[in-house]
Every structure is written in structure tokens, then in C-alpha cells.
């Protein structure tokens, strides 16, 4: 196989060097023994276009997109998932028939973690702190669970009053602060943020005895279906790759 016929693939943001994304992606590209090449792709806000542009010409058989640019590459793509559409944003890309395709994959990756770190969970309410990119995959992910009541909990009230008329009935916004105390011994409390591994409020749940999620698991069930896109096998989220990830957060290495 040549150099030219060997699928390339990335991750696009700005700033870029912290992702995690080439580990994971190269950890399933070795395990699967396919050649293919992952790797981080630094693009300023100006840039973004041309880079989507290269995509449908072919320089690379997809992309996953981080901030700032899921919204962008949202309005780059000639045609979109139900999913991205609902969400307004795409964070994974690829090429077909010429096209420039876009999908979100936040939500099966949020509720493919909740799943295997919390199996059995189910809940008909749900408070989510922010009101970003992020809040809309998993307002869209509870939601889709039947979660019948949804506050949103954010510093700037009228972002997160904004989020809640999208979505409509059962989703609502306060002001007020969180405070973990009030909660019933059987609630869950996840983070997305996964540096570090444990977060404050994670930290703050687990000394109440709750059961955590940290956000580890969201980032590799997220990256599933755009390796499967790109290199045609459905790979699978493991206890190494998992180790291989917290010890490059923690520089520990097991």
C-alpha cells in the first residue's frame, strides 16, 4: 500500500496539543493491525473552512472536531445527522460521495459511559451545571432515556435559559447553587471533565458515598464511531486503552 492510499484521519481544534484523541485512535489503529495514520491537526478560527474543504477533496478520510469548531463544522457539512441537526454542532466528519457528512457523537458517547459505569441507572430528573455545547448532548442523551425533568444550572442564567426553550417542555433553568447534600443515597453524579480524573464534584459526591462517573469513558465511547466511519471496524473501549489514557493524564503508569 502506498503512502497515498493509506486513510488519514485527525482531530482538528485550536489549541489542539492536549487532546487524548491520537492515543485512542492509534491505541485501536495497532490493535487492529490497520494501516492508517491519526494524528492532531492545529486550526485557528480562519482556518476552519479550508479544512473542511480538504476533507471533501479527499486529503483525509474524516476528522473528529473539538472546540471551538463543532459549530462551524456544522454549517460546513452538506448534510447532517438527526442527531448533529437537533444539537447544532458536529464533531465528527467524513467524506461521501463528494460530500462533506457531519455527525455528533457526544450523546452515544455520554450515555455509552452512564451505561457502563452505572449499569442498571435510570432517573426521571436530572440537574446538569453548564450550558454549552456539551449540555445539549446531554440534555439530548437524557432526554432520549426518558429523564421527564431537566434543570439546568448555569453562571450566565440567560445562556442557560436560552438552552432550555430549544429543547421545550420538561427542561427548565435556575440560578440557584448546587449543593450535593439534599440528594437521595441512589443518585448519580457524572462529570464530562476527565483532567483531572477527579474533579471536585466528583470528589464532593463520592465522600457523600453517591455513585460517580468521571468523564474518561464519555471520551472513548465518543471516538467508537468515527474510527468505524474511517477505517471499517467498530473497535471496542477496554480496560487497557482506558489504563493507556489515565496514565498519560496522571503520569502514572500501571
Given at each position: 500500500?502506498?503512502?497515498?492510499?493509506?486513510?488519514?484521519?485527525?482531530?482538528?481544534?485550536?489549541?489542539?496539543?492536549h487532546?487524548?484523541?491520537?492515543?485512542?485512535?492509534?491505541?485501536?489503529?495497532?490493535?487492529?493491525?490497520?494501516?492508517?495514520?491519526?494524528?492532531?491537526?492545529?486550526?485557528p478560527?480562519?482556518?476552519?473552512?479550508?479544512f473542511?474543504?480538504?476533507?471533501?477533496?479527499?486529503?483525509?478520510?474524516?476528522a473528529?472536531?473539538?472546540?471551538?469548531?463543532?459549530?462551524?463544522?456544522?454549517?460546513a457539512?452538506?448534510?447532517?445527522?438527526?442527531?448533529a441537526?437537533?444539537?447544532?454542532?458536529?464533531?465528527?466528519?467524513?467524506?461521501?460521495?463528494?460530500?462533506?457528512?457531519?455527525?455528533?457523537?457526544d450523546?452515544?458517547?455520554?450515555?455509552?459511559n452512564?451505561?457502563?459505569?452505572?449499569?442498571?441507572?435510570?432517573?426521571?430528573?436530572?440537574?446538569i451545571?453548564?450550558?454549552?455545547?456539551?449540555?445539549?448532548a446531554?440534555?439530548?442523551?437524557?432526554?432520549?432515556?426518558?429523564?421527564?425533568?431537566?434543570?439546568?444550572?448555569?453562571r450566565?442564567?440567560?445562556?442557560?435559559?436560552?438552552?432550555?426553550?430549544?429543547?421545550?417542555?420538561g427542561?427548565e433553568a435556575v440560578?440557584?447553587?448546587?449543593d450535593?447534600?439534599?440528594?437521595?443515597?441512589h443518585?448519580?453524579?457524572?462529570?464530562?471533565v476527565?483532567?483531572?480524573?477527579?474533579?471536585p464534584?466528583?470528589?464532593?459526591?463520592?465522600?457523600?458515598?453517591?455513585?460517580?462517573?468521571?468523564?474518561?469513558?464519555?471520551?472513548?465511547?465518543?471516538?467508537?464511531?468515527?474510527?468505524?466511519r474511517w477505517?471499517?471496524?467498530?473497535?471496542?473501549?477496554?480496560?487497557?486503552?482506558?489504563?493507556?489514557?489515565?496514565?498519560?493524564?496522571?503520569?502514572?503508569?500501571?
Amino acid at each position: 500500500m502506498s503512502a497515498l492510499e493509506i486513510p488519514r484521519a485527525g482531530v482538528v481544534g485550536w489549541p489542539i496539543a492536549h487532546s487524548r484523541s491520537p492515543l485512542i485512535h492509534n491505541y485501536w489503529l495497532k490493535t487492529h493491525r490497520i494501516a492508517g495514520v491519526y494524528e492532531r491537526i492545529a486550526a485557528p478560527p480562519g482556518a476552519f473552512a479550508a479544512f473542511a474543504q480538504s476533507i471533501r477533496d479527499g486529503a483525509l478520510v474524516g476528522a473528529n472536531v473539538t472546540v471551538p469548531h463543532k459549530e462551524a463544522a456544522f454549517a460546513a457539512c452538506d448534510w447532517l445527522s438527526p442527531v448533529a441537526g437537533e444539537l447544532g454542532a458536529a464533531n465528527t466528519l467524513w467524506r461521501e460521495a463528494g460530500k462533506l457528512c457531519g455527525d455528533n457523537s457526544d450523546v452515544v458517547g455520554f450515555l455509552a459511559n452512564l451505561d457502563e459505569s452505572a449499569p442498571g441507572w435510570r432517573a426521571r430528573r436530572a440537574t446538569i451545571i453548564g450550558a454549552g455545547g456539551a449540555a445539549r448532548a446531554v440534555v439530548a442523551g437524557l432526554r432520549s432515556r426518558g429523564v421527564e425533568t431537566i434543570t439546568l444550572v448555569n453562571r450566565t442564567h440567560e445562556r442557560a435559559r436560552r438552552l432550555a426553550r430549544q429543547f421545550g417542555d420538561g427542561v427548565e433553568a435556575v440560578s440557584d447553587v448546587v449543593d450535593l447534600s439534599p440528594l437521595p443515597a441512589h443518585a448519580l453524579v457524572a462529570d464530562l471533565v476527565y483532567v483531572p480524573l477527579r474533579t471536585p464534584l466528583i470528589d464532593a459526591a463520592a465522600a457523600l458515598g453517591l455513585r460517580v462517573v468521571d468523564g474518561l469513558g464519555m471520551l472513548l465511547h465518543q471516538a467508537a464511531p468515527g474510527f468505524e466511519r474511517w477505517f471499517g471496524v467498530r473497535p471496542s473501549v477496554t480496560a487497557q486503552l482506558r489504563a493507556l489514557i489515565e496514565a498519560d493524564i496522571t503520569g502514572v503508569v500501571r
